[in-house]
C-alpha cells in the first residue's frame, strides 16, 4: 500500500476591480456568467457543469485536459464545491474538492470577500486554505492557478 500523505497550505490573493461589489459578487453567482470567467480556460475544456448556489447548495464542474498540459489529453479533472455561506455583495465561503481521473487531490475552504474600495469598485481577498494529498498538487500551482483564474474574472468584468 502506497504511503499516505497530506500538506496543508494557506493562500491569500488580494485584487483590485473597478466593478461594483454586486457586479463582482454577481460573475460568482450566476452559473452562466461564471462559467464565461472560470471553466473557458487554457489547458482544459469544460464537459459539464450543475450549479446550485445557495447555502447547502453545490457546483460540480467536470473537465477534460488538453493538448499541452503535463497529464495525457482528455484525462478527467473534477471540482465539486459546496457553499456554506453566502451573504450577497459581500462574502462567499465554500469547500471544494478536486480530483484528476479518480484520485482527489486536495480539499480547500476558501472565501472570497468583497470590500467597497475606497477608489470605487471592489477590494476583493481570496482565502484558500488547503489540503493537498499525496503530492498531487502544491500552493504554488494552486497559488497560479486561482491568479489565472482572478485575471480571468478581471478581463470579464471589463467587458
Given at each position: 500500500m502506497a504511503e499516505r500523505s497530506v500538506v496543508h497550505s494557506t493562500i491569500v490573493i488580494q485584487?483590485?476591480?473597478s466593478a461594483s461589489p454586486q457586479r463582482v459578487f454577481n460573475a460568482f453567482s450566476d452559473p452562466n456568467?461564471?462559467?464565461?470567467?472560470?471553466?473557458?480556460?487554457k489547458g482544459?475544456?469544460?464537459?459539464?457543469?450543475?450549479?446550485d448556489f445557495r447555502v447547502g447548495?453545490?457546483?460540480?464542474?467536470h473537465f477534460r485536459f488538453t493538448p499541452g498540459?503535463?497529464?495525457p489529453e482528455g484525462t478527467?479533472?473534477?471540482?465539486?464545491?459546496?457553499?456554506?455561506?453566502?451573504?450577497?455583495?459581500?462574502?462567499?465561503v465554500f469547500a471544494y474538492t478536486m480530483a484528476i481521473g479518480s484520485s482527489r487531490i486536495s480539499s480547500s475552504q476558501a472565501t472570497v470577500e468583497?470590500?467597497?474600495?475606497?477608489?470605487?469598485g471592489t477590494e476583493l481577498v481570496f482565502?484558500?486554505?488547503?489540503?493537498?494529498?499525496?503530492?498531487?498538487?502544491?500552493?504554488?500551482?494552486?497559488e497560479a492557478g486561482w491568479r489565472e483564474l482572478l485575471e480571468s474574472l478581471a478581463r470579464y468584468l471589463e467587458q
Open positions: 485584487r483590485r476591480y456568467k461564471m462559467s464565461r470567467w472560470f471553466a473557458e480556460g482544459t475544456e469544460l464537459v459539464d457543469f450543475g450549479s447548495g453545490n457546483t460540480v464542474w498540459t503535463p497529464f478527467p479533472l473534477t471540482n465539486n464545491t459546496y457553499y456554506l455561506d453566502i451573504v450577497p455583495d459581500k462574502r462567499i468583497l470590500l467597497p474600495s475606497s477608489e470605487g482565502t484558500d486554505q488547503v489540503a493537498f494529498f499525496e503530492g498531487g498538487d502544491t500552493a504554488q500551482i494552486r
